[in-house]
């Protein structure tokens, strides 16, 4: 679609494609950061099986090219000057002449990506942290089931013949684009160091590898997973090979950029935004002050420092893997938009809801918003949730207490199952996962940082309710945003701030006591079922 106001002619343009979980999203911006055009295309998924998630590097390209053409219709094609790609972190598997290879049971070769979320991999992580390396130091301690070093055993222990023993090529996904785009097989800084265990100081450890029996890859200097190494943004080759910019609808030759994850991409994105005249505590301070979260299927909290900073259960300190320079520690939860489809499309007044919103045009949760607005009559909306909570982790927990083993709970629940109901379960969650957040902002900060706003983006930023919760329970100012530092100024925007509603803290203290006191609990339930 073209963006009202936006200026077509003239200068120069750059074209930014964005791969994430369930859809492929392409920007045209002009040189002062105006956003022209976008356009977005949904991209396929197979689960298998549980815990099994799989994706393919051939749809997902041929989504990119339908949306690079659509953002770049009706402009001289001559003003392009670069092209740039993120993508979430999941596993490209290639044969020796880049062909795709199955990453199944079933032996189907067009699924040939083993998904971010993709957690079949959990008895291999669990040998790989009993080996206490060194480089776990660097990923919060303990290695998560969604890094590749687990899921690279797993195909070597159940895919040997079908795809192990003929792979080529294993690549993160945002860097398979960028070789597809120019056929140089380097990889991004970003993606080796943040889920490869790559150091950007010393490179691969060999003595890792070997230990968790994966020596192979060490053949050919590190040929399969990567040996050529380039900070994000650095110019690729000779540029848009001519095959892919017949595919892209772009001019061969025009500048392409080594790329991000798509979580470092949104970090870059807001986390330098010039904040002047806004009224909030982080102006005058430095950037990292700042938290960048992005809120999409799951969300990541992007915090820098000058130095090193080790917090246990957060991923990093990652050297210059967002922005050059700094260290950045990656704090995460595996689900949150996932999560508020998954308990929201599972009520049984779903239909209901549906039906209402679609006759008033509005999107699910914007009616859900309203109907709160609706119920809560004197009382802050927030306050509907005093006898039901949620703890958050239906797909383990990624930071701060890095336990794939943990579950999702519920208390507080009724026999009644109208849509007030689950207008009261959904506000629930949203608080779960803002409380969830609040609790990877106080390890952050025990561990040395100091954050005093929150700077969000990504599909959840765009409800506000969201926002909102986040901000009365982390007490942080947030801002939701729509790049180096000089760049990131330049390029970013502010979109709304967010204050907390500080009348409302007392509250929500009491309900994040709450919060703690369920994982406490669940853990006992546990060690009661395992005892004798």
């Known amino acids: 679609m073209e963006v009202p106001g936006g200026d077509r002619e003239p200068g120069s343009y750059y074209v930014g494609v964005d791969v994430g979980t369930g859809s492929v999203r392409a920007a045209l911006v002009d040189q002062r950061g105006t956003l022209v055009a976008f356009a977005d295309q949904p991209i396929n998924q197979w689960e298998p099986q549980f815990n099994h998630h799989e994706q393919s590097s051939e749809d997902i390209w041929a989504a990119c090219c339908v949306v690079t053409k659509k953002v770049v219709q009706g402009i001289n094609l001559n003003r392009i000057r670069g092209l740039g790609f993120d993508a979430t972190c999941s596993l490209v598997v290639l044969d020796k002449e880049f062909r795709p290879l199955p990453v199944n049971h079933e032996g189907d070769p067009h699924r040939n990506i083993i998904m971010w979320l993709d957690h079949r991999a959990i008895s291999q992580v669990h040998r790989i942290n009993e080996t206490k390396h060194s480089v776990l130091q660097y990923v919060g301690g303990v290695m998560s089931v969604e890094m590749q070093a687990p899921k690279l055993l797993w195909l070597k222990e159940n895919l040997r013949e079908t795809c192990w023993d003929k792979a080529g090529h294993f690549f993160d996904l945002p860097d398979f684009l960028s070789w597809k785009a120019t056929g140089v097989p380097a990889r991004s800084l970003c993606s ?140 995460g939860q595996s689900v949150t938009g996932k999560l508020i489809d998954h308990m929201v499309q599972g009520h ?60 999702g709970m519920v208390t507080g629940l009724k026999l009644s199952q109208d849509l007030d109901d689950l207008a009261i379960l959904y506000l629930a969650t949203v608080q779960a996962i803002a409380f969830g957040t609040r609790l990877i902002i106080e390890a952050m900060e025990t561990a040395g940082h100091s954050i005093s706003t929150l700077f969000l983006c990504g599909g959840l930023s765009k409800n506000p309710l969201f926002v909102q919760m986040h901000a009365d329970i982390t007490g942080g100012k947030t801002e939701a945003s729509f790049t180096y530092l000089e760049a990131m100024a330049r390029m970013s925007k502010v979109g709304k701030v967010v204050f907390p509603r500080c009348e409302d803290k007392r509250y929500y203290d009491k309900k994040y006591q709450v919060f703690l006191k369920l994982v406490e609990h669940q853990k006992e339930y546990a060690a009661i079922m395992k005892g004798d």
């Open 192 to 331: 080796l160091v943040c889920k490869w265990t790559y150091s950007a100081e010393k490179g691969w450890d060999d003595s890792f590898w070997k230990v968790i029996g994966l020596e192979d890859l060490i053949a050919n200097n590190y040929h399969k997973i990567g040996n050529k190494v380039l900070p994000p943004g650095a110019s690729l080759g000779s540029g848009l090979t001519p095959e892919a910019a017949k595919d892209l609808g772009l001019p061969a030759g025009i500048a392409v950029a080594a790329s991000l994850i798509d979580a470092h991409a949104g970090g870059l994105g807001v986390i330098g935004a010039d904040v002047r005249g806004h009224g909030l505590a982080c102006e005058g301070q430095p950037v990292t002050s700042r938290l960048a979260v992005i809120c999409g299927t799951s969300s990541c909290h992007m915090g820098i420092s000058k130095n090193p900073i080790f917090v246990p259960g957060v991923w990093g300190p990652y050297f210059s893997a967002m922005v050059p320079g700094f260290w950045l520690n990656e704090g």
């Open 348 to 407: 049984a007044v779903f239909p209901e809801l549906q039906a209402k919103a679609t006759a008033r045009c509005q999107s699910v949760y914007a009616y859900l918003n309203s109907h709160l607005d609706l119920i809560k009559k004197t009382q802050p909306v927030g306050f509907l949730t005093v006898d039901l909570h949620v703890w958050p982790d239906f797909h383990g927990n990624r930071s701060p207490l890095a336990d794939l083993t943990l579950k």
